[in-house]
């Protein structure tokens, strides 16, 4: 099969590999269509310390071309994406449903071969069913570009009807998260980003009103007189000033969710400001497999817009040069 090989920091190539064969348990996928998340551009970066010889991508949509041994509830043909990450089934987190939370998990294009390739094998315990009339590019980008602003928005933050929204970082998850929130009914929504192409992106997906922090000599003055009182705050950057300034925006009883993965080490309110106004910090780690099965179905239902999630469809070959590339908030999704 062709497939493409991160071969060291910066070095995406396409190569023949042998074709893959599906384990006990496992079925074998032949790629639809697979989703450039942020995370393959820092695979393909160097930046995750991925070992060369990996193929990166973990949003998938595929046919299923073969069952490896004891797979029931699944057939040859069947359309389906899969989970990004391959959990263990058995500690306290996956048997409690919250397979996010998994100890031991593996991570497609982090340490298992991910689907920019024409096939790939994927546990059966992974699969959701795309329906006829999801097409491959939204299904594949629906398991993270959407379920993980979806769970972030829903389960995390607890967004209720009429509360205000601001979202800092609008690139792909960030500008789902504008437009699940708008679906949620959310009231004001306030988009942050300092890159214009996300800050479109953010309005088309309904936010009231934009905020470029770099322009501003006191962003989180600014940001809280913008918001005007935010009771949800997401941050999908994971850097300590964005995550400062999201912690500023927030108004007595506000919830701070933070999905943007980092090391940094943010400064916080004083513990004065956590109690006398009760707010409070999230993790949130991309979405569990009946949130990613809940996602698709209301796209199926007509419920999430996503006329503006894809951007683009490229084939295989060209991969490559997508990542030379900085990544657009409208998907680019390749196609073997
Ligand atoms: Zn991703
Ligand atoms: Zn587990």
Aim: proline residues 7%; glycine residues 14%.
């Amino acid at each position: 099969m062709r497939a493409l090989v991160y071969e060291g920091p910066g070095t995406l190539e396409m190569v023949s590999l042998a074709d893959p064969v599906p384990a006990a348990g496992e079925v074998l996928l032949a790629v639809l269509a697979a989703g450039v998340c942020g995370t393959d551009h820092h695979i393909v970066a160097g930046e995750l310390g991925v070992p060369p010889g990996m193929v990166p991508g973990h949003e998938i949509c595929g046919r299923i071309v073969a069952l490896g041994s004891g797979v029931e509830g699944w057939s040859v043909g069947d359309r389906v994406v899969s989970y990004g990450q391959v959990v263990c089934g058995a500690c306290p987190a996956c048997l409690s449903g919250h397979q996010n939370r998994c100890v031991s998990p593996e991570g497609f294009g982090l340490t298992r071969q991910g689907g920019f390739a024409e096939l790939v094998p994927v546990p059966a315990s992974c699969l959701v069913a795309l329906p006829d009339s999801v097409t491959a590019e939204v299904g594949a980008i629906a398991t993270d570009a959407i379920a993980t602003p979806y769970h972030a928005l829903v389960s995390v933050g607890r967004i209720r009807a009429g509360e205000s929204v601001v979202v800092v970082g609008t690139g792909g998850l960030g500008m789902h998260a504008v437009l699940l929130a708008r679906m949620a009914g959310a009231g004001r929504i306030v988009g942050v980003d300092s890159s214009p192409a996300a800050r479109d992106a953010a309005l088309a997906a309904g936010a009231d009103d934009v905020f470029d922090p770099t322009t501003q000599k006191d962003s989180e003055r600014a940001l809280r007189s913008l918001a005007r009182g935010s009771s949800l705050v997401l941050e999908f950057v994971g850097r300590a000033e964005t995550v400062e300034l999201g912690s500023a925006a927030l108004s007595p009883g506000g919830r701070l969710v933070v999905v943007g993965v980092g090391h940094d080490r943010p400064r916080l309110p004083p513990l004065i400001r956590f109690i006398g106004t009760e707010i409070s910090v999230h993790g949130s780690f991309g979405s569990t497999l009946a949130e990613i099965e809940t996602v698709i179905g209301l796209i199926a239902a007509g419920r999430i817009d996503t006329s503006q999630s894809v951007g683009r469809t490229v084939p295989l070959e060209d991969g490559p040069a997508v990542f030379r590339e900085p990544p657009s908030p409208a998907r680019t999704t390749l196609a073997p």
